[in-house]
């Protein structure tokens, strides 16, 4: 539980930093701070060994929502942490993607960074460090569809393919 309170603690002060630094001195005029909701599906990759039979890769889809916040650093860059409650077949965890995003495009944007999650169901090594790559097609200043590829590097920590919609409040 510690570990938890102290993970949010320095997501929460990281973005209570940024937004601090979001003014800009020359022209004092806020930066661009966005807050959103997103949620979709989520298929997982796992490899099973079947005995004899050798391994083979299991596909389970399930879900994921949650809320993000977008930071314009400079430019073309952003800095987007976002906080997901993700379901994974019968285990549940939080996920904290800390992205570098870069707007390649009018419309397109690429992220990469890594994720934190935390997963409520094992006894041991609950937490879990993954990479995430992610491309966002934003159909208007509002609404963007995303797809997100996690790498996972250990077994229990499989990898997965996220589809899903984000909404800027």
Avoid: C, W
């Amino acid at each position: 539980m510690k570990l938890i309170l102290a993970i949010m603690t320095l997501v929460l002060f990281s973005i209570s930093a940024i937004a601090q630094n979001s003014v800009d001195v020359s022209s004092k005029a806020p930066k661009s701070v966005d807050f959103g909701l997103m949620g979709g599906l989520n298929l997982s990759f796992f490899n099973v060994t079947e005995g004899q039979f050798g391994t083979y890769q299991d596909v389970q889809v399930n879900f994921y929502g949650g809320v993000f916040v977008d930071f314009n650093i400079v430019n073309h860059f952003h800095f987007q942490p976002e906080l997901l409650y993700i379901g994974l077949g019968d285990f549940r965890f939080l996920n904290v993607p800390l992205y570098l995003k870069y707007n390649i495009y009018t419309n397109f944007d690429f992220m990469v960074g890594p994720s934190i999650n935390y997963f409520f169901d094992f006894f041991s090594k609950k937490i879990k460090i993954h990479v995430d790559l992610s491309l966002a097609y934003n159909i208007s200043s509002s609404l963007n569809i995303h797809m997100k590829y996690t790498i996972g590097f250990q077994q229990i920590s499989p990898s997965g393919l996220f589809l899903g919609v984000g909404y800027k409040i």
